[in-house]
């Protein structure tokens, strides 16, 4: 009986240990979503990883799962593992050492990675925290361009057609709208419903992303609702002060106007409100939404065939030009980041599958693994001529978007590697390409908008902390108090509740998080 309940003990304390190391056998799991697509391990190109790494990698995140930053919280950063945005990861990394220093297993197990870090420094640059350790692999990203505004072409033809379009506009003109004439169009759109639709409801401008879309607005104005270097101030040093756009004297002014088009019905009311559904699939199936700021590639989709069942016929969006401010210039406050999400390997993960982790990182700078995760499984996705690609019907398809489809099987999930821009002129429609290439010949697109943020800063540990500590509070009274203005219709804000919003966002946190933000300004 003794050495019955020896053998006992040692096979439950063998099953105990395997499970701390990540599972049984090398099935491990891994924290990753993005958009609404979680980690499957039937995807495509994750099964040729988990192939070529010799691993089963199973999903933290199953399909029912939304509140993906409480989850990460809770379970995900206990994964073997875990993509996420590199700022978590790193600040996660510094303060409570879950995260493995991944620059040893690079140097051992990762020749590929090792190669592209040799060749490109600036992006190993990018993935070195403030210590000199790597926590995170990036995803590269590629292409300058990101959202534009849009505006509902079909609508504006009606307009033109019934002698109700503005003054000064026309069908063919709306890349030179002024932004009173934008809201001029917007109120076109207001006063004509129904010669316009059916809807219950319309709303002429619409954002699907809450925590811009105030923001990215105020740009008509000049302003901005993030921190942002002002190259000609430098009382804060040689180049340049940091400052928190949502309290200058200009977003006063931007928030006054913004909130003038609310008061006038030209705006979603919901438009602060949290939305687990794509707004422009929402408002463009029940033709209700006139005009947007939104991602070029995937809002000229809407004019693709996989929409067209769930739209009204000869619906038809068109990006048009930034319009035109006070000053007289033209200019679009987003730009593309140059990496998206990053990978670590939590420490907790035994010595011989974190070899395996990384060999699976690895596989995505090879030559082939780089095809996969930007096209998918050649062949069966895409073929290629040369440095031509064209995707196969499993892709492109009048049941779903490219992108939608790539997703799918794993491709452009932002796991480690590099993206190619390719990627996305082979879905891409000519009128998309045409607007991307407008904005950024033209000049339009914020060049900075990528300096205050990772990889361009690498804060340590404790301005980590002091940052984390105000950031969540600062969103939590900005957002309170523009939706009181907005709902209240205030078009003039007085002096003394301006001070008092400032003060406010100073107390809780503006000026600690810009003046550890200025210290890293170089």
Not at 13 to 32: P, Q
Not at 38 to 62: H, T
Not at 89 to 114: M, Y
Request: include cysteine.
């Amino acid at each position: 009986m003794k050495k019955l309940l020896m053998m006992l003990m040692l096979i439950v304390t063998s099953v105990l240990t395997l499970a701390s190391c990540g599972g049984k056998g090398d099935e491990m799991t891994i924290f990753l979503y993005q958009e609404n697509y979680i980690y499957k391990s039937d995807m495509p190109v994750f099964q040729k990883a988990n192939e070529y790494a010799g691993i089963e990698l199973k999903g933290v995140l199953q399909k029912y799962d939304t509140n993906y930053d409480t989850i990460y919280n809770l379970r995900g950063k206990d994964a073997n593992l875990v993509v996420n945005d590199q700022d978590t990861i790193e600040a996660t990394a510094l303060k409570d050492g879950i995260f493995l220093d991944l620059a040893p297993l690079i140097e051992a197990h990762a020749p590929n990675l090792k190669k592209f870090f040799d060749e490109n420094p600036e992006k190993k640059a990018w993935a070195t925290a403030s210590d000199g350790k790597i926590y995170g692999i990036p995803f590269y990203t590629d292409g300058k361009t990101a959202k534009a505004f849009f505006v509902r072409q079909d609508w504006v033809n009606t307009l033109a057609d019934n002698g109700k379009l503005p003054t000064g506009i026309t069908k063919t003109n709306l890349n030179d709208l002024t932004v009173n004439q934008f809201h001029d169009l917007l109120k076109a759109f207001k006063d004509n419903k129904n010669l316009l639709t059916n809807a219950y409801n319309i709303y002429p401008y619409f954002d699907k992303d809450k925590d811009f879309a105030i923001s990215e607005l105020a740009s008509l104005w000049g302003a901005t609702a993030e921190y942002y270097l002002d190259k000609e101030d430098k009382t804060g040093g040689a180049n340049g002060t940091v400052k928190y756009g949502a309290i200058q004297d200009e977003f006063k002014t931007a928030i006054e106007q913004i909130a003038g088009w609310f008061k006038e019905g030209l705006i979603d009311p919901d438009i602060l409100t949290p939305s687990t559904e794509d707004k422009r699939v929402t408002f463009f199936a029940q033709n209700s939404g006139g005009a947007t700021h939104d991602w070029i590639g995937t809002t000229y989709s809407f004019n693709d065939d996989v929409y067209a069942e769930n739209l009204v016929d000869g619906f038809e969006v068109v990006c048009i030009a930034p319009p035109t401010r006070a000053d007289g210039t033209k200019y679009e406050p987003t730009i593309r980041k140059q990496i998206g999400t990053v990978t670590a390997i939590n420490a907790s993960t035994s010595e011989e599958n974190q070899i395996k982790l990384m060999k699976w990182i690895d596989y995505f700078f090879t030559e082939t693994g780089h095809e996969q995760l930007n096209f998918g499984i050649e062949g069966e996705h895409f073929t290629k001529n040369g440095s031509t690609y064209t995707y196969t019907d499993k892709i492109k398809n009048d049941k779903n978007t490219a992108l939608a489809n790539l997703y799918t099987i794993g491709a452009q999930l932002q796991t480690p590697g590099v993206q190619t821009f390719t990627y996305e002129e082979a879905w891409l429609s000519e009128p998309a390409r045409n607007a991307m290439k407008m904005y950024e010949e033209k000049g339009y697109l914020n060049l900075s908008y990528n300096e205050l943020i990772y990889p361009n800063v690498k804060l340590s540990n404790s301005d980590y902390q002091t940052i984390n500590a105000s950031r969540s509070a600062v969103t939590t009274v900005y957002l309170d108090q523009i939706s009181k203005w907005l709902n209240a219709g205030t078009t003039n804000i007085s002096a003394d509740a301006w001070s008092s919003f400032v003060n406010a966002m100073k107390k809780v946190g503006t000026d600690v998080i810009t003046s550890t933000i200025q210290k890293y300004v170089k």
